[in-house]
């Protein structure tokens, strides 16, 4: 399992300096290795999704989704919700750009809305 994104990577598209972004890396990985691996995808391509996809979960962990508003007077700060539209990879603009990346449609399943899950009452 080649790990592909490094900090470095994640610290440029995130805007951020000397930050250690392992487990949003290993999470990415994971999903590259598990699900694209193989697909024909070419390993300059699959690097690029995984930085991407490592940024989003970064952004996940650190803003709760991406901040949208900011404000410097009364210190206040406005998190996207999380809407049924926008759930998934699709929450993050970095999370898009991996499935923008992904020509096999797979990250594009994964992250949109309307994610389906079956309960059984035993």
Same mark, same amino acid.
């Given at each position: 399992?080649? +790990?592909?994104?490094?900090?470095?990577?994640?610290?440029?598209q995130?805007?951020?300096?000397?930050?250690?972004?392992? #487990?949003? +890396?290993?999470?990415?990985?994971?999903i590259? =290795?598990?699900?694209l691996?193989?697909?024909? #995808?070419? =390993?300059?391509?699959?690097? $690029?999704i =995984?930085?991407?996809? /490592?940024?989003?979960? @970064?952004?996940? @962990?650190? =803003?709760?989704?991406?901040?949208?508003?900011?404000s /410097?007077?009364?210190?206040?700060e406005?998190?996207?919700?999380?809407?049924? @539209?926008? $759930?998934? #990879?699709?929450s993050?603009?970095?999370? %898009? $750009? /991996? +499935?923008? #990346?992904?020509?096999?449609?797979?990250?594009?399943? %994964?992250?949109?809305?309307?994610?389906?899950?079956?309960?059984?009452?035993?």
């Open positions: 399992m080649a +790990i592909r994104a490094t900090d470095a990577d994640v610290n440029y995130m805007n951020t300096t000397s930050i250690v972004y392992t #487990l949003s +890396i290993a999470t990415a990985n994971l590259v =290795e598990e699900d691996v193989g697909s024909g #995808l070419s =390993e300059a391509r699959l690097t $690029q =995984e930085i991407f996809l /490592a940024a989003h979960f @970064a952004t996940l @962990a650190k =803003e709760g989704g991406g901040i949208v508003r900011t /410097a007077g009364e210190s206040a406005t998190y996207r919700t999380v809407k049924e @539209a926008y $759930q998934g #990879l699709t993050t603009r970095f999370g %898009q $750009q /991996a +499935i923008a #990346l992904d020509t096999t449609g797979t990250l594009v399943s %994964q992250g949109s809305g309307g994610m389906k899950a079956e309960f059984r009452v035993v």
